[in-house]
Structure formats: structure tokens, C-alpha cells
């Protein structure tokens, strides 16, 4: 058995220290919270939630920095994980039939800021 590095077991606590508060700050805004860390095959869906307003499904990608040098974190996903990230939103509403209209989010967490980016899209 293999023991995980500290900066790994960091790195996951702040992941999932930042679904968290993303979970709470979403339910805030009247959203549901459906899943968390949903595999979809190769690839992961951090939070599925349901938007009452426009009655949509939302796959919610969550982005979360120790500090605000880096920048904002949404910048994190590039072409390469959007592409992941479409994917597993299209698996996800295959698999399990999805009857509502979805869409795309992104939240972006530093310590002073939550940044919410509803229905994401890159050229």
C-alpha cells in the first residue's frame, strides 16, 4: 500500500473543502444539490444540482485556490477540461434520461470571493 503525499491529501481537503462551499452557496441561491463526485466514466462531474428558475439540470464545476496570487480560478479550465467536463455533463444526462432542459456552471472559490458562472461556454 501506498501512502499519499501531503501536498495530495492537501489538494483533495481543499477540493472538497470548496464542493462544500459550493454546495452551501448554490442551496442559498434556491438550487438543489443532486450529486457530488459523480463518475462518468473517465471523467468526473463535481456537483450536479437543479436550478429552479429556469427548471434546468446544472453540472457544476468547482474551482477552489488557498489564496488570491494565482488569479481567478476559474481560469483553471481550459479547452482540454472543458472538453472532460461536456463530456461527463452528456454522459451523465444519457445514463440517467434527463427529461429537463441543462447547462454548464463554473465556481470559482479563493478566500475572498465566490464567483458563480452560469451557462459556460468557450469559442
Known sequence: MSIPSPASLLKKTLGQAGETLASVYLEAKDYQILARNVRCGQYELDLVAFDPRYQETVFVE???RRNDDGGNPADAVDKRKLKAFITAGKRY?????????WRFDIVAITPANIDHYE???FP
Not at 94 to 101: F, G, I, R
Open 93 to 101: 444526462a444519457k445514463q440517467h434520461h434527463l427529461q429537463t432542459d
Open 62 to 64: 468547482v474551482k477552489t
Open 119 to 121: 451557462n459556460i461556454t
